[in-house]
């Protein structure tokens, strides 16, 4: 069948190079950040300040020296609130992270116990899972193996969560000060922190997986069958942090944005992010916990459960029974192609092209997704022709079907514009520089109720054109590799996941730049900057949602591929009463979790509002600005609620999967996972969509841009409190909820795939052949 170009060597080397150089790229891009001071004196934007100057540089006068402003109480300001961000936001993970680590100890515990138990803890090499006539590694070094990459799945997730919201906080006042020079230092700044979250995410996570790979295999020699499923483990702790990550995280900053906004906006008529709110340092601290770290989180999951999906079925394909090193590697070379391409992309936004005018910024973030989508386009062309041999076969369901690579390459591609497709239909229903959210805004002129009808009908609307985009690529890459098909589309779809995360992260930083100067006391003229990189930062996180969700649904599907074909599962006959009883529970599970992790925010966003209300009820002098609020109370209710609501929606989605494939086999089994897969998704994308179009719904009433607009305005006006209403109850769909669904769906197949092992002896002592089984 031939062999490909590039050589084992060539692979080894590039795919580790490629990771480092994405490490180095992203430091670069933290150094330039950091040149902008949070001190008083020599202050950044003064003349000749670092001896810069040209479009990027730091030359510039301040705003505040042409109005008469420049004080340095403003600098040092934005210096305590940034503090009081970053030690809140620190405080928080760190808790949430000792309980979970609690529970990820006992869960790995509980994976070696299942895992080795299989066979009694053997130590004598067992017949292979998918060809009883070949020998394999013992039970216990499965278990024992899993177990590590569990482990250190679930440490970099961590990781990348944390490093992520260290540099969010350390860039969002640093982006407020930028303003003062002009929108495009501020988006440049922004920009750049959000790079360095998006580069470090994806080169760490390629790293250690292809360290671990390499270490593993000084155990496993030519059993890569075994390895293999041993990696598997590292998705499953990927995304096991993950959930508590984003549940956690969007907990916290639910109630407090809730509260601050009910009693604040509503009820007391004053500015968002206005330092007299106790809320507000809440609010401003939920943002990077759930927004940044979450989401780092989550992809991070998204990326190693897909890496894996496809290195388990390779590993049963031609490239592992021939023990072909470089196209068995061609996932991981795909994204390491992709952090090169990626790092292109980001110049064009930071170096090759100049914001002028706030008009620029949705264009110039636009553009990022179709330069690196046509770019690893090219890329991905390149290494299918130099890294697969021109044909080759693919597990498919018991049999090895016949792929060439031109064939894969077009499963990859289709699942990258599946992605673009996807970004840009949810800009389309979440911007408000189109008709379906400026239709939701005025909607408001006849209250809450209307807007609330306008903005689920939109959720609902917006599900149609993302779930043909996902459906076609995956007819198109099963149909021409398989269940291997599906999984490198979706590493296709993640392959830009450093610029994906670079534009997802610019959001919630731009949101806290724009507290940090309603806080600071900035002028007029700075809030507007503030405002504009704030507006287009909720479109980019909407579209970094519609891109998990789309990547998790083609990841889950690539991992239900992956676990039937590990399980030697032939086909799914969902009238087989066990299998419809397992789509029918797999479909209500995605709302018995939403109905959970809503029901939380809830109960904790009412005690904040009352603590919000009790505070300007009884602190003389604190509507009129002479007394200080007691912000510290506030993040710590947030912190209790989330950290106490979020493990019942975590315990439900980890022992799903165990429940079931012990008490029911793996045909209930499998209908749980599909029947989850098709709810979950649907629901994530109209939860998603529906918040993010009732929050700029708001923002467009809240900047009168147009005509139209400032006929619903100004703040306090009717149709802006009915907006602001829409926004609050968006806010657990989109920031919670919705986004914490995508988790579920894959985690459940990844687990499944894990402990596929626990049900190999128990569900067919019956003697019949697995392969002669409609599940």
Request: proline share 3%; aromatic share 10%; glycine share 10%.
């Amino acid at each position: 069948m031939g062999s490909s170009i590039l050589p084992d060597l060539g692979a080894e080397i590039l795919i580790p190079v490629c990771a480092v150089i994405g490490i180095f790229f992203s430091l670069a891009q933290w150094l330039l950040v950091s040149k902008v001071k949070l001190s008083p004196g020599r202050d950044s934007g003064s003349p000749g300040n670092n001896g810069a100057g040209g479009k990027n540089g730091y030359s510039d006068y301040l705003i505040e020296e042409e109005e008469g402003l420049n004080d340095h109480n403003v600098v040092i300001k934005c210096a305590e609130i940034q503090t009081a961000i970053s030690e809140g936001a620190t405080s928080f993970l760190f808790t949430e992270y000792q309980y979970v680590g609690i529970f990820m100890v006992a869960f790995a515990i509980l994976i070696f116990l299942f895992l080795g138990s299989v066979e009694g803890f053997s130590t004598k090499s067992q017949p292979c899972t998918y060809d009883k006539s070949k020998m394999c590694k013992p039970a216990l070094a499965t278990a024992i193996f899993s177990t590590v990459s569990f482990l250190l799945g679930a440490v970099t997730s961590v990781v990348s969560g944390f490093l992520g919201m260290k540099i969010a906080t350390y860039a969002n006042a640093r982006t407020t000060l930028e303003a003062r020079k002009g929108v495009g230092k501020a988006f440049i700044t922004a920009f750049r922190s959000g790079a360095v979250m998006g580069f470090l995410l994806a080169a760490n996570g390629l790293l250690v997986l292809y360290i671990a790979i390499n270490l593993f295999k000084l155990y496993y020699g030519d059993d890569w069958g075994g390895l293999f499923e041993a990696i598997t483990g590292y998705g499953l702790g990927g995304s096991s942090m993950a959930l508590f990550g984003r549940v956690g995280g969007g907990i916290y900053t639910k109630a407090a944005d809730v509260g601050a906004d009910l009693v604040g906006k509503v009820e007391r008529n004053i500015p968002e992010d206005d330092p007299r709110n106790p809320a507000v340092i809440a609010d401003n601290v939920g943002d990077n916990v759930g927004d940044i770290a979450g989401m780092g989180s989550d992809l991070f999951g998204s990326y190693a459960e897909s890496s894996c999906a496809a290195l388990v079925v390779a590993s049963i394909s031609s490239f592992g029974i021939n023990h072909e090193l470089t196209p068995m590697l061609y996932p991981l070379i795909i994204s390491s192609v992709g952090i090169i391409v990626c790092l292109i992309t980001t110049l064009f936004a930071t170096d090759f092209f100049e914001i002028k005018a706030v008009k620029e910024i949705e264009p110039s973030l636009k553009r990022q997704l179709i330069i690196s989508t046509v770019l690893m386009t090219i890329g991905i062309g390149i290494v299918s022709w130099v890294a697969l041999p021109s044909s080759f076969t693919i597990f498919n369901f018991g049999d090895q079907k016949a792929v060439k690579n031109w064939q894969l390459f077009l499963c990859v591609a289709v699942g990258l514009w599946a992605g673009l497709i996807i970004g840009f239909v949810t800009e389309y229903y979440t911007s408000n520089a189109y008709s379906p959210v400026q239709d939701v805004a005025d909607s408001c002129r006849t209250g809450a109720a209307t807007n609330v009808i306008f903005g689920l009908a939109l959720g609902y609307k917006s599900c149609i054109i993302p779930i043909f985009a996902i459906a076609m690529s995956i007819f198109v890459s099963f149909s021409f590799a398989a269940m291997y098909g599906i999984a490198v589309a979706a590493l296709g779809m993640l392959s830009t996941i450093a610029t994906g995360l670079a534009i997802d992260a610019y959001g919630p930083i731009s949101d806290n730049a724009g507290g940090i100067a309603e806080m600071a006391g900035m002028s007029h003229r700075i809030r507007e900057r503030t405002d504009a990189l704030d507006a287009a930062g909720n479109t980019t996180a909407a579209i970094g949602k519609g891109f998990a969700i789309g990547s998790a649904a083609l990841v889950s599907l690539a991992l239900f591929g992956a676990f039937v074909s590990r399980a030697a599962i032939s086909t799914v006959d969902v009238l087989t009463p066990k299998v419809f009883i397992g789509l029918l529970v797999g479909a209500m599970l995605p709302y018995w979790f939403s109905a959970m992790t809503m029901k939380s925010v809830g109960s904790a966003a009412l005690k904040m509002v009352e603590e919000v209300r009790r505070q300007f009820n009884t602190i003389p002098g604190l509507m009129e600005g002479t007394a200080k609020p007691d912000y510290a109370t506030c993040v710590k209710i947030s912190t209790d609620a989330s950290i106490k609501e979020m493990i019942p929606p975590g315990a439900l989605v980890m022992l799903t999967p165990l429940i079931v494939g012990i008490f029911f086999g793996v045909e209930t089994l499998s209908g749980v996972l599909a029947g989850s897969l098709v709810s979950g998704v649907q629901i994530a994308i109209s939860a998603s969509n529906t918040g993010g179009a009732w929050d700029n719904a708001k923002k467009y009433i809240e900047a009168g841009a147009s005509e139209h607009a400032r006929t619903l305005g100004p703040k306090g006006s009717e149709p802006h409190k009915a907006a602001v209403i829409g926004d609050t109850i968006g806010d657990p769909l989109k920031d919670t909820s919705g986004p914490s669904l995508n988790i579920l769906i894959k985690l459940m197949a990844v687990e499944s795939l894990v402990d596929n092992e626990i049900n190999d002896d128990d569900d067919y002592d019956n003697g019949q052949s697995r392969k002669e089984l409609r599940t």
